[in-house]
């Protein structure tokens, strides 16, 4: 019913930058919030950032003054800009969505993307 599709993940120095994108489709007829979690093997996932639909943001303090997340309501597309990345940053980042299908709101992710940071 919902998909999310994210891309941008990779390899990068520590110091370097990446930009994450995560576009969702499917039958949904609105998206609240959207956001970032991030879960390394064996943890739980958790928060790196999200957006609400009017704009308002909320931050891990781990990367608070290094990352901005923003979003293009046309284009249903919410984006990470991961800027003076460190090696802690190195996980599997998921994007999220809280969408209305029918009548009901609903928790969705993608398939994830890998971040590795060199140190």
């Known amino acids: 019913q919902v998909q999310l599709v994210e891309s941008g993940g990779g390899l990068v120095q520590a110091g370097g930058s990446l930009r994450l994108s995560c576009a969702a489709s499917g039958s949904f007829f609105r998206i609240n919030e959207m956001g970032w979690y991030r879960r390394a093997p064996g943890k739980q996932r958790v928060l790196v950032a999200v957006?609400?639909?009017?704009?308002?943001?909320n931050y891990a303090d781990s990367v608070k003054g290094r990352f901005t997340i923003s979003r293009d309501n046309a284009k249903n597309t919410v984006y990470l800009q991961m800027n003076s990345l460190k090696a802690e940053d190195t996980d599997v980042y998921y994007c999220?969505?809280?969408?209305?299908?029918?009548?009901?709101?609903?928790?969705?992710w993608g398939q994830g993307t890998q971040v590795t940071v060199s140190s």
């Open positions: 957006i609400s639909s009017g704009g308002s943001t």
């Open positions: 999220y969505a809280k969408c209305l299908v029918q009548i009901l709101w609903g928790d969705y």
